[in-house]
């Protein structure tokens, strides 16, 4: 299968150069061409696994449990100005 | 002592003949003498291991013992610890501290041990040789031109060339189990949603879980029992699992009339014949020691490394993409806009394994492809389970080869990555079901170490465990050590 690589990137949000869209191009494909293998076997009616053991989604109370660690948790960010991420203008 | 088993230096902790300092400082040594061959750590803080060392004395004298006192553990750089950098090995991650724990480590620092640094892994856990590390390639001891598996291929060389007596890993489709077996060592998954994920940096959330890598099957079982149980905060972990006595499975070390399946499915064509003889030959010896072999067959096994690489994949696009460089990890220089920021730092930040998952995942659930590629995956996930199921109505456990092959030469399966997939072939579909698996060594091929896998049904490492340590209550394939890295047993 032709895979439109620079597309998917883009919905990956990874730029690509060229000559690296040209390496993965038939990386990606012998891949897809392998896991296409799955369309032969016949899964009419199976259900598809959502956890391994069936187990049903607990519910907690909704409780505070580690209080409030803004610091903290901000501390990696690349960019902060007065406890906000600052990103690239978005809006002109 | 550096080969001791971690029992055995609990022992001697115990007695009073060492001290955690003592033992602390005997690692700090040798990880000093042999890591820069090795590569197998990639952060290490000798004062800070010291100094956990020093404490843990001090908890010894004033009020006791805990599970794991004073006992050195390495783990794996994809867990979450407040000291010290945590990277996955990624650039994307350089210099990342996280602010909490995971609670594995938690758990492990509240049982008493002493935390050796971070170890060596594939970026991201994605691949099967530690070669994708964007801290450089790690080495197997017992061949140092080759691979020691992966990807918590840091944790199994540390344990093999014993800088430590201990590690931990993650295993999504073999990581833990397939580097044990290449490097010599004893490796265990134990069942998905046993120990909790939270603040292990996540690959594929449904395959992904946290076990010990170990030189004895009791030291795997006192790791386990100490880091496993629910997790208010990790809704994968199941709260009413069925609770193990994990210290007395490994004691009964007898195997008389267990049933053990051999799937004729993981004795294939491309097997190393030498793998496979001693296989066979481990396989015998159970037989000798009272255990029933049934020839069973598991056949949806050949569509295992596909549907994996459809699921793990997709998972990991998900997952990664909170990678966006907003709140943490790397941000590219002077971003044009917001969409440069994103595609630039991702490209700077990701290698070239990472990208080739996420690609493959993002288009596998592409607007158009989802039914034919995530949902049959998940499909053919569940044929891969009912075979399991229906195999463990006739047996107890089944034991197959860890690998199909040695260690391979660093550089050798690169090129190809469809070839390195297939790699893990034997592994897989125990994360697929979500079952618990361990392997074991059990022979030599080539001169290189070959692991036998234990599989049981969920739930049931006791089973595992009991297997595992009554095979290696009769054989010495666990006490072999790299003679590069001898010295008294």
Redesign the interface.
Request: proline share 6%.
């Given at each position: 299968m032709d895979?439109d690589?620079q597309k998917?990137?883009?919905?990956?949000?990874?730029?690509?150069t060229d000559e690296?869209a040209t390496e993965?191009s038939p990386?990606?494909s012998?891949?897809?061409a392998?896991?296409d293998?799955?369309?032969a076997?016949d899964?009419e009616g199976?259900?598809?696994?959502?956890?391994?053991?069936d187990?049903s989604?607990?519910l907690?109370a909704n409780v505070v449990?580690n209080g409030n660690?803004r610091d903290?948790?901000?501390?990696?960010?690349?960019?902060l100005e007065s406890g906000l991420?600052v990103?690239?203008?978005?809006i002109e | 002592m550096p080969f001791s088993s971690l029992s055995e230096i609990k022992t001697r902790l115990d007695n009073g003949e060492t001290t955690a300092v003592e033992v602390a400082q005997l690692y700090l040594d040798r990880i000093a003498a042999h890591n820069e061959q090795l590569n197998a750590f990639v952060h290490l803080d000798a004062e800070h291991v010291l100094g956990q060392a020093q404490a843990s004395d001090a908890h010894r004298a004033k009020e006791g013992a805990r599970a794991l006192e004073g006992l050195p553990i390495a783990v794996k750089d994809i867990f979450c610890t407040q000291d010290g950098p945590t990277q996955c090995c990624s650039n994307i991650l350089k210099d990342?501290?996280?602010?909490?724990d995971a609670h594995v480590i938690t758990k492990l620092k509240e049982a008493g041990a002493v935390l050796v640094g971070k170890t060596n892994m594939d970026e991201f856990a994605m691949g099967s040789s530690t070669e994708t590390s964007a801290f450089g390639v790690c080495r197997n001891p017992w061949d140092m031109d080759r691979i020691p598996g992966g990807s918590s291929g840091g944790s199994a060389s540390a344990v093999a060339a014993a800088l430590t007596p201990a590690a931990l890993g993650t295993d999504t489709g073999g990581s833990i189990r397939q580097p044990a077996s290449l490097t010599g060592i004893t490796g265990m998954k134990p069942?998905?949603?046993r120990v909790s994920r939270r603040g292990i940096i996540a690959f594929a959330s449904?395959l992904d879980q946290a076990g010990p890598m170990t030189r004895t099957v009791k030291d795997a079982a006192m790791i386990t029992a100490a880091i496993e149980g629910h997790d208010?905060?990790d809704?994968?972990t199941?709260?009413d699992a069925p609770q193990l006595d994990w210290l007395k499975a490994c004691e009964q070390r007898d195997m008389k009339g267990m049933k053990i399946g051999v799937p004729k499915e993981y004795f294939v064509e491309g097997m190393d014949a030498e793998v496979r003889a001693s296989v066979e030959e481990a396989l015998k010896q159970c037989e000798a020691l009272g255990a029933e072999l049934v020839d069973i067959s598991l056949p949806?096994t050949h569509?295992a490394?596909?549907?994996y690489?459809?699921i793990a994949p997709s998972e990991a696009?998900a997952n990664l993409?909170r990678y966006?460089?907003?709140?943490?990890?790397?941000?590219c220089d002077n971003?044009?806009?917001?969409?440069?920021?994103?595609?630039?730092s991702?490209?700077e930040g990701?290698g070239?394994e990472v990208?080739?998952r996420?690609?493959?995942g993002?288009?596998a659930l592409?607007s158009g492809y989802y039914d034919?590629?995530y949902?049959?995956?998940?499909?053919?996930?569940?044929?891969i389970?009912q075979d399991f199921t229906q195999a463990f109505e006739k047996v107890d456990v089944i034991a197959t080869p860890t690998s199909p092959i040695t260690a391979f030469k660093i550089g050798e399966k690169t090129d190809?990555?469809?070839t390195m997939?297939l790699s893990d072939i034997d592994t897989i579909a125990v994360n697929?079901?979500?079952l618990p698996g361990l392997s074991q060594p059990c022979g030599f091929a080539q001169n290189l170490p070959v692991g036998l896998q234990w599989i049981a049904p969920?739930w049931r490492e006791d089973v595992l465990l009991g297997a595992a340590s009554a095979y290696e209550a009769a054989t010495d394939w666990h006490k072999h050590v790299p003679a590069a890295f001898g010295g008294e047993v």
């Open positions: 895979i690589v998917v990137a883009m919905l990956a949000r990874i730029r690509l690296e993965l990386q990606l012998s891949i897809l392998y896991v293998q799955l369309a076997v899964t199976v259900t598809p696994t959502a956890h391994p053991h187990a989604m607990p907690r449990t660690r903290a948790l901000q501390a990696v960010a690349p960019k991420y990103v690239p203008k978005v | 990342f501290h996280a602010p909490y069942t998905y949603g449904s208010a905060l809704s994968t199941v709260a949806h569509l490394v596909a549907a690489y459809v696009s993409s966006d460089s907003v709140r943490f990890g790397h941000r971003p044009e806009d917001l969409l440069d920021m994103y595609t630039r991702r490209d990701f070239s990208k080739r996420i690609l493959t993002t288009f592409s034919a590629y949902l049959k995956a998940q499909q053919v996930r569940t044929l389970q190809d990555p469809l997939y697929l079901a979500g969920a």
